[in-house]
């Protein structure tokens, strides 16, 4: 019944390394996003996108990129991980109204991946 | 400023308690309410949905929307070991795609057996 699936939950990487996280959701879902979720800073938006090959910056882009090739695949990649980016991110997907599985467009979350950067 | 306030607790209430869970917001333009609970190592999931202000029951869940105050509540009526979580309120201005959501900073719920 996993709807929105994170590959990786715990994650442990070196200063500078390249991190790739991926999501796939299989609901058919327009709007995928990314998020960062920190104690006392609660979630906040890294990119998300409404379609295929188009992308949008959130509230933190900031030594992050993302891709998005397919429908129910999003990717977040850090190019250069450093020790602030140790974090839980959690990606998301939502439907736009009217769409078959339309929950008044919410996010479902996937479960996270909680990255460590040494 | 924060947008949304949340207060993050800890809150530690006893089996069978009505508990009572606030956030407060400074966009008026807000219209879509939204709490979401989240266990422990878990992703957050849609706990309750409301347009507009007034009230909206769920079972043992009551949401309340008081757009005049810009402030909303999430009450659990006799609340159980399993709610034990994190509830976190979230808000957005329209409904499309292109509107997108403001989290609090989530309260942290504990219900002792």
């Known amino acids: 019944d996993v709807k929105v699936t994170q590959s990786s939950r715990y994650l442990v990487k070196r200063t500078g390394e390249k991190v790739f996280l991926e999501c796939v959701q299989d609901?058919?879902?327009?709007?995928m996003f990314w998020y960062r979720q920190d104690p006392g800073l609660g979630l906040r938006l890294i990119y998300f996108?409404?379609?295929?090959?188009?992308?949008e910056k959130g509230d933190i882009p900031e030594g992050y990129s993302v891709s998005r090739e397919k429908k129910e695949r999003f990717s977040l990649i850090l190019e250069s991980a450093s020790t602030n980016q140790t974090s839980m991110y959690l990606c998301?997907?939502?439907?736009?109204?009217?769409?078959?599985?339309?929950?008044?467009?919410?996010?479902?979350f996937g479960a996270g991946s909680r990255l460590t950067v040494l | 400023q924060k947008e949304v306030e949340q207060d993050p607790g800890p809150l530690s209430v006893p089996e069978g308690a009505i508990v009572s869970l606030n956030c407060t917001y400074s966009?008026?333009?807000?219209?879509?309410f939204m709490w979401y609970r989240q266990y422990s190592r878990k992703g957050p999931e849609l706990l309750m949905y409301?347009?507009?202000?007034g009230n909206k029951e769920d079972g043992r869940f009551t949401a309340q929307v008081d757009k005049s105050s810009k402030y909303i509540s999430l009450f659990i009526r006799d609340s159980q070991p399993s709610d034990s979580a994190t509830y976190l309120c979230?808000?957005?201005?329209?409904?499309?795609?292109?509107?997108?959501?403001?989290f609090g900073e989530g309260t942290q719920l504990t219900v002792n057996p």
């Open positions: 998301a997907s939502s439907s736009n109204p009217g769409h078959k599985n339309s929950g008044a467009n919410v996010l479902t």
């Open positions: 609901m058919d879902h327009e709007n």
């Open positions: 996108s409404y379609d295929v090959k188009m992308k």
């Open positions: 966009n008026s333009a807000f219209q879509y």
């Open positions: 409301t347009y507009s202000s």
């Open positions: 979230a808000m957005k201005i329209g409904e499309t795609s292109g509107s997108r959501l403001t």
